[in-house]
């Protein structure tokens, strides 16, 4: 594997983008973009900044406000939008969802001005108002009204199917119930009449039905356990936690019913993991954060019961602000029918304006002079060509092809019970078939170019397991008998010995057994036991089983490692752990807890032995771990080598340690820890330069290596598509080095890849818009482009980028907003105009940066976009629609999908059945392994249905024609018609029938 990097290009260090972060720099600042020019500051500038400078600071952020069980609060005047002229509606909505596109009123004209974007449809229109003229037309108006009303009826009843079906999945979401505070008890509500500022009591495996704020559970310390599948697609438990005073105060009904607090809070927006407020109860303020929140779609899990406050409902809440438009999509045999019409109506035009040119020549050399044509009307020939062209128009109709949509929105409907019935695509272990959610983009699936695709639950089943580690140097882990040969065949390794083992670790060191029981060296024992005890994870019994939930599945397969190799996590208190350690149990009081988070990197647990001695126990990722090593570590060369062979096989690794902490050196650091606990301001800080203090010499023990399991069959899909020039493009939000190593597990990255990081893109752009600027001038706008490659032809290439690289590229990242009063004053003509230029030149700068890094990404063989936000995926999209013109295919399994899934030509979602994912979906399954199958099989359905029936209903309806355009020639280029009334009508209704038997005979 190697990289490029431009050595002569270097970067400031404070202004690069951190690959750690998850930009949202796109919620939380306007949409202006820094002017990086330095100008002459105008004198009324001046003066508006002298003004600004003067006034008060002002708190904009914390907009949000929300009473605690008074609806009445939320309905004053100053909460109170105009939505249409002078009706006001409150700016708090209620928390009924709409994902369907009609209602009863709007259904009828909606429908109508989808279906009238169609030229054919619209032509036809135009046709039965001209057959209403009695001077210019010479058929019934019914010859054309019927077959119209045929084919709009029938798309409308299939558009009416589609959204029933989504007006049926709102309605069972909006009637789902809980139970809300209402005078002064707890009642049962619909979700739909749940408004901001209701209190709600949910139980264990209840969906959240708003984003609400976590007052108090039934767990100590008013815990609560949920899963998050809905919005990021991780099954594994995630845990929050009241503040101290809700979890005091507010556990039973009657306080419950009496709570007023009031929160102040930012306004709703989509940020998932971001939550900035303040509770104002009994003359105190409280710092609210992401910890305390509730979000729609979790479910409540390993907790009995919980308390919440509604903070956001319904349209405001994260998920649904995630959730993007409806749009209405187009296919590309859609535009093509429509380009096909605007042909065939040109040549009507042209053919009607000559017989009408030359009636008119008749009319003046024969007609004017031959009694026995006489019609009662003194018209002059002029006039009479005139009318006669409209005429030809209502007469030649027959070359529109409108019952062609017909056809194909039949075609479609079949497509769409195919994939219902395919059994390739059934998944047996869920009985789950496949499920085609609409019927009008079904044929996209057969001209796929890119596939943008989520990493978690999508390519990856989220599945963790252990699968190698290195003790004290050595590694374990590889196919060897207790006496360290090594074997190609040998059986798993019996953990009946151990009464706690759950059975389903499959492991064939079995020196590494021989090494826990015979105890001889005891860095191996105090391995897993640091496994046992250093982590998050809470534990139930279910049928005496020990069952663990934890909050990422790293963890959780860490955990479930050490019980089967005899260290087994049996339960823990807010004070205490207890572990069986080879069938003894044991309990440590514990200390303190170091919290992990993505900038330290690490975790820490502090405890206290039964014999009294204190120990630090310590995981995380080796570039922080081997900071804070002690000096004298023996084994420190042997772990980085073993790291190396584990990060070359893909597996994802943790480095752990230990420490022996004096009861002095412990008792001054808990003051500071306590301090930092409770500070006001700055806490999270403060707790780092603590929890630093007393994280350093630490003692290496050794390293883990677990798999993240991928789909089955995930290497051999992609290959296939690769083989049928598809791209995939893998937009996750996991940190760079894990979806790294995903990509070389699914093959998309090999040791012969070039890989191309954001600086890498960042200076190649840069040197291509500065070749573009400099061969811009008088003439550039005249010359013809020039296709500049990024890259020397051969090589494989892939890019892997992080959101915030992406903003940075993109021209994304955006000024913060002002937080001091505005005052504002006319400006000049100069002002505005320089203003305007300058808007302009930045648009056009953006515009073609974009179609750039577009240009330079399309290059590569992969591309792989790392902590990006639901945005900035959809952003990812749209690029490539717009500037390659291709047909896109997005698959995700969360809310955090929703979006890019929208915004694409076609929609595929995978692996979870997810009202709010699949009522977005174009096509949902259970199996990535299935993928190239939706391309080749519609791509034939296409080829083998649509495509011939559209070339013969052109060159039917063409022959119908013919005799007409002849008739009309040789009856002296009259508008008489050559066919009966009755079969106008009649021949529309049947086209279908016969285009379907003549397709039938020539497969005959």
């Not at 990097?5 to 949409?31: I, L, M």
């Not at 509604?310 to 429509?338: E, P, Q």
């Not at 040969?485 to 389903?504: C, L, M, P, R």
């Not at 060191?509 to 982590?535: M, N, T, W």
């Amino acid at each position: 594997m190697s990289t490029e990097r431009d050595s002569e290009t270097t970067f400031d260090e404070d202004s690069q983008p951190n690959d750690e972060v998850v930009p949202y720099s796109d919620d939380e600042t306007e949409d202006e973009l820094d002017d990086q020019g330095s100008t002459v500051e105008p004198e009324q500038n001046r003066v508006n900044r002298e003004a600004e400078e003067n006034q008060e600071p002002f708190r904009k952020e914390c907009t949000w406000q929300v009473k605690a069980n008074d609806r009445k609060y939320h309905g004053q005047p100053h909460f109170m939008n105009t939505k249409f002229f002078c009706i006001k509606k409150s700016k708090y909505a209620n928390n009924a969802i709409k994902t369907y596109k009609y209602n009863a009123l709007t259904f009828i004209p909606m429908n109508l001005f989808e279906q009238f974007k169609r030229s054919a449809n619209l032509y036809f229109l135009v046709l039965l108002i001209l057959q209403a003229i009695p001077q210019i037309s010479t058929l019934a108006w019914y010859t054309t009204l019927v077959p119209l009303l045929l084919v709009l009826g029938v798309t409308a009843i299939k558009d009416l199917v589609d959204d029933v079906a989504r007006h049926k999945m709102d309605k069972e979401i909006n009637n789902r119930t809980c139970e809300v505070i209402k005078d002064g008890r707890f009642k049962v509500a619909k979700w739909k009449d749940i408004q901001v500022g209701d209190v709600i009591r949910l139980k264990k495996n209840d969906f959240v039905p708003a984003d609400i704020l976590l007052l108090s559970s039934s767990e100590p310390n008013s815990l609560c356990y949920v899963e998050t599948a809905e919005l990021d697609g991780e099954t594994n438990l995630k845990f929050k936690m009241s503040l101290e005073i809700t979890d005091q105060y507010l556990q039973r009904e009657d306080t419950l019913a009496t709570f007023d607090g009031l929160v102040e809070c930012e306004e709703p927006n989509n940020r998932l993991d971001k939550f900035t407020g303040t509770l104002f109860w009994r003359n105190t303020s409280f710092p609210l954060d992401a910890d305390k929140i509730l979000l729609r779609g979790c479910v409540i899990r390993n907790t009995d019961f919980c308390h919440g406050l509604v903070i956001f409902a319904g349209a405001d809440t994260k998920i649904m602000k995630n959730s993007g438009k409806t749009r209405f999509k187009r296919t590309k045999i859609d535009y093509l029918m429509n380009y096909m019409v605007y042909t065939i109506f040109v040549v009507l035009s042209l053919l009607s304006a000559g017989l009408a040119i030359g009636h008119a020549y008749w009319e003046a050399q024969v007609g004017n002079y031959s009694w026995y044509l006489y019609d009662g009307e003194d018209f002059t020939p002029s006039y009479r060509g005139f009318l006669n062209f409209w005429g030809y128009i209502i007469v030649l109709n027959t070359m529109v092809p409108i019952s062609l949509y017909v056809s194909v929105e039949v075609i479609r409907l079949g497509q769409s019970h195919f994939i219902n019935w395919d059994l390739q695509m059934y998944y047996a272990e869920k009985d789950t078939p496949a499920k085609a959610r609409t019927t009008t983009l079904n044929e996209q699936l057969g001209q796929i170019h890119y596939i943008f695709s989520d990493k978690t639950g999508t390519l990856t089943q989220n599945i963790m397991t252990f699968k190698k580690c290195c003790i004290n140097g050595q590694i374990y882990g590889d196919h060897r008998d207790a006496s360290q040969h090594n074997h190609n065949k040998i059986e798993q390794v019996d953990f009946s010995w151990n009464t706690y083992a759950d059975g389903k670790l499959a492991f064939y060191d079995h020196y590494l057994i021989e090494q826990i029981q015979s105890g001889k060296e005891p860095e191996v024992r105090q391995f897993f036991f640091l496994l046992a005890v250093c982590h998050t994870v809470m534990v139930d019994r279910i049928d005496g089983q020990l069952n663990y939930q934890a909050a990422s599945p790293d963890e959780g397969a860490l955990v479930n490692a050490a019980r089967n190799f005899g260290f087994a996590f049996l339960a823990r208190t807010q004070n205490t752990i207890t572990i069986s350690e080879l069938g003894t149990e044991r309990t440590y009081n514990v200390l303190a807890i170091l919290d992990f988070n993505s900038d330290r990197k690490r975790m820490s647990i502090i405890v206290r032995t039964p014999e009294g001695n204190i120990r630090l126990y310590c995981k995380g990722a080796d570039t922080v771990i081997y900071e804070r090593l002690h000096r004298m570590n023996p084994t420190k060369q042997e772990t980085q080598d073993a790291l190396d062979i584990f990060a070359n096989e893909t597996l994802r690794t943790l480095c752990l340690c230990y420490k022996e902490i004096e009861e002095k050196e412990f008792a001054q650091w808990n003051k500071k820890f306590m301090a930092a606990s409770v500070a006001s301001t700055n806490r999270d800080e403060a707790l780092d330069k603590v929890y630093e203090e007393i994280e350093k010499d630490l003692i290496l023990l050794g390293a883990t290596a677990i798999e993240d399991k991928l789909q089955d069959g995930v290497p051999e899909t992609i290959s296939k598509l690769a083989k049928a020039d598809i791209k995939i493009w893998v937009l996750t939000g996991d940190k760079k080095e894990t979806a790294e190593n995903i990509g070389f597990a699914c093959e998309l990255l090999t040791e012969d890849t070039t890989i191309c990081y954001g600086e890498d893109i960042n200076s190649l752009l840069h040197a291509r818009m500065e070749n573009q600027r400099n061969r811009g001038g008088v003439y550039a706008k005249f010359a013809p482009p020039v296709q500049e490659r990024f890259f020397p032809p051969g090589g494989n290439r892939a890019l892997i980028i992080t959101g915030s690289w992406l903003n940075e590229i993109l021209l994304e990242k955006k000024t913060k907003r002002s937080k001091i009063l505005k005052l504002k004053f006319p400006r000049t003509e100069e002002e505005r105009r320089m203003r305007t230029q300058s808007k302009r030149r930045l648009e056009a700068k953006k515009e073609q940066q974009q179609k750039n890094f577009v240009d330079l990404a399309c290059e590569c063989s992969a591309v792989i976009c790392c902590r990006v936000t639901p945005k900035q995926k959809a952003m990812v999209v749209d690029l490539v629609k717009r500037y390659k013109k291709a047909i896109t295919l997005a698959i995700g399994d969360g809310a955090n999908d929703v979006n890019m899934i929208k915004i694409s030509s076609s929609s595929s979602m995978y692996t979870k059945n997810i009202p709010t994912l699949s009522s977005s979906t174009g096509v949902s399954c259970m199996m990535y392994v299935i993928l190239p199958s939706l391309p080749v099989r519609m791509s034939v359905v296409t080829s083998s249905l649509i495509h011939p029936h559209g070339v013969f209903f052109f060159f039917f309806l063409h022959v119908l024609a013919l005799p007409c355009k002849w008739y009309c020639l040789l009856g002296i280029r009259s508008i008489s018609f050559l066919h009966s009334q009755p079969a106008l009508v009649y021949f529309p209704l049947r086209t279908f029938n016969i285009t379907s038997c003549a397709k039938r005979t020539s497969q005959t």
